[in-house]
């Protein structure tokens, strides 16, 4: 291992930048995958991995993946959110590989719906 | 490096290795791997999280969801419900103990809610055998920032301006204690990190190390530098096994990236620090005794001065400080003075860790700023008393502090304040007692445990701790004579003044404290002939009330001595010649018939 140098620290930071803000739980953007019966079923663990994938390709570091229950539109299935911080959730429908793709792309990392496989703005009402 | 979208910070500090977490590991990591989900979530061993009641404990993130009391049996729903499906499991979330409905993130635990973290700052957040983990972090900035744009003077004069004081108990201001050691005209200097972490009950040396070695280890190199040492060792018991192990893989893994050797960080300043492992004897806690045992002498301590700044390992000067003060330097020069200073009162800056334990519902390790009073650790912070029973004291400083009583729970704690009420800071061992301690019976531990760790050379210490022993042990036998509380404070005052050592000179606070605030339990021993708490098993009485006995016979079935006896479906009676005052007769009682007097 080569000997570190001030500025070495930095790019140590960076190269586990990703990881860490995870832990710490500030992120930019949250992508859930919604992983109910009906949802793995339908397919979506390979959303799940196609979602990681672009992840990794991208190398965003402000981006979470996590995993939800039934969205409860099953017959849709499989679904996933995008939440942009400080904006409303966007959920994505009948998803495959290439549309995720596209929803990362355009969406999680270019900001702009992608209008053509999205269902709606926004949230459930709950109490 | 293939990214996971969960880590489970799973916690590997000592109470919860105990309570089993490594076999929950290899169980977790199982059943994540049939789920094929071994690329996506991730465990993480990290040290301790602090809330060792609750062991093991987890944290799930990005989740930020807390787990705990986790048994090898919760492990197939967890991974599938949650790391699968998403769903958090509601039935493994802590519950407030004032509240019925668990709460599922950590932020909103009143346990870490009202705590500070600048010591503890990587605790649960990295692996501490992972270097990069802690460089991510931010872990060797502050040794950067010394190295490439510090003066020696100006490291010293920014810790002198935190106001950071020794947290191993004496309080002593840091950069003080630098500055008399960078003095010295001699070349060759040495630092000590002082790991002999001794009272009864605390453990927060151990969790820095466990959790975030690498503070301490940057902690010592900027000291090293702004003193103009060479040299360090880390001075730590070997009762301490995990944090041994950790130190010496962060110490490598140190090496490997040049933060420690020749020309560290490409500055030319070339420093490294190598493992002494003590016997666990408490008297090398103190410094004096602490450099005779790293010399290989028997731990005696020495008359001061030539304070160890003058002269020290070989003659040499050296400074010596505590880890929880190492840890929290890197800090100081990262952030600065001015940030450090702003926390706390005004002549304690900071935070402070104290291992919480004893009578309250959260046991475990918290950090706290200075300021804050005993009711918010103990009420807040603690959740309250276990079993809602009454609060009586709170003993800090282990066996060098004293016992601080209820009407003293809005004390702001800072070195002044707790050294003002009879106690000290200490280390920051913190037991909370409740109204069934008996607090001779505490003084009597404290003083029992004394005896045993005097170093034996002043006279005054050994035979004066071994007298006030006897004394206490006799109060609490029931023969306690009407002249033993003055000549107990005699003693105390004999014992305090003709003591090398820290150790001695300490040594009556538990007595002290305990017959300044609780005098008249001292007096119920000796002049009735009773113990109020129901303790002292030569002055207490069990009875059976009969109005209350439902005749179960429970407590027929398990006195070991068949004390108790009586008619069928009638109330039974304890015969007083047999027993022994085990207590098994109360505990065992469902209708709460048997009665201490």
Known sequence: MAKLRPEDLDKIADRMKKAMSL??????????????TCGIAAGARKIMSTVMACVDESDASDVIVTASGCAGLCSHEPMLTVEIAGEAPVKYIDLDEEKVRRVFAEHVLGGSIVVEHALAVGSERTP | MTTHRTHLMLCAGTGCVSNGSFELKTALEAEIASHDLQNEVSVVMTGCNGFCAQGPVMVVQPDNVFYQLLGQDDVAELVEEHFLKGRPVERLMYTPPAEKTPV??????????????????????????????????????????????????????????????????????????????????????FIVCNADEGDPGAFMDRSIIESDPHSVIEGMAIGARAIGASRGFIYIRNEYPLAVERMELALDQAREYGLLGDDI???????????????????????????????????????????????????????????????????????????????????????????????????????????????????????????????????T?????????????????????????????????????????????????????????????????????????????????????????????????????????????????????????????????????????????????????????KACMLCVKNCPQEAISGEPKQPQTIDQELCIQCGVCKDVCKFGAVVVT
């Open chain 1, 23 to 36: 832990r710490e739980g500030g992120g930019r953007a949250k992508v859930t995958v919604h992983m109910g």
């Open chain 2, 104 to 189: 599922p993130t950590m932020s909103e635990i009143g346990f870490f809610e009202k705590q500070r973290l600048i010591a503890l700052r990587n605790r649960g957040l990295i692996d501490p055998e992972k270097i990069d983990e802690a460089i991510a972090r931010g872990a060797y900035k502050g040794l950067a920032k010394a190295l490439t744009s510090m003066s020696n003077g100006d490291i010293i004069a920014e810790v002198k301006a935190a106001g950071l004081r020794g947290r191993g108990g004496g309080g002593f201001p840091t950069g003080v204690k630098w500055e008399r050691t960078a003095e010295q005209a001699e070349p060759q200097k």
């Open chain 2, 265 to 395: 960080l490409g500055s030319g300043f070339a420093f490294d620090i190598s493992i002494l492992r003590g016997a666990g004897a408490f008297v090398c806690g103190e410094e004096t005794s602490l450099m005779r045992s790293l010399e290989g002498l028997p731990p005696e301590p020495r008359v001061r001065p030539p304070f160890p700044s003058e002269s020290g390992i070989q003659g040499k000067p050296t400074n010596i400080n505590n880890v929880e003060t190492w840890a929290t330097v890197p800090e100081i020069i990262h952030r600065g003075a001015d940030w450090f200073s702003s926390i706390g009162t005004e002549k304690s800056k900071g935070t402070k860790v104290f291992a919480l334990v004893g009578k309250v519902k959260n046991t475990g390790l918290v950090e706290v700023p200075m300021g804050i009073t005993l009711r918010e650790i103990i009420f807040d912070i603690g959740g309250g008393m276990e079993n809602d029973k009454e609060f009586k004291a709170v003993q």
């Open chain 2, 397 to 549: 400083g282990g066996p060098s502090g004293g016992c601080l009583p209820a009407s003293l729970l809005d004390l702001p704690i800072d070195y002044e304040r707790l050294a003002e009420a009879g106690s000290i800071m200490g280390s920051g061992g913190m037991i909370v007692l409740d109204e069934d301690n008996c607090m001779v019976d505490v003084a009597r531990y404290f003083l029992e445990f004394l005896r045993d760790e005097s170093c034996g050379k002043c006279t005054a210490c050994r035979e004066g701790v071994d007298a006030m022993y006897t004394i206490v042990s006799r109060i609490c036998a029931g023969e306690g004579r009407d002249s033993d509380l003055d000549l107990l404070e005699d003693l105390a005052a004999a014992v305090r003044d003709g003591s090398l050592c820290a150790l001695g000179g300490t040594a009556p606070n538990p007595v002290l404290s305990t017959l300044k605030h609780f005098r008249d339990e001292y007096e119920a021993h000796i002049h009735e002939k009773r113990c109020p708490a129901g303790v002292c098993r030569a002055l207490i009485t069990y009875t059976i009330d009969p109005e209350a006995c």
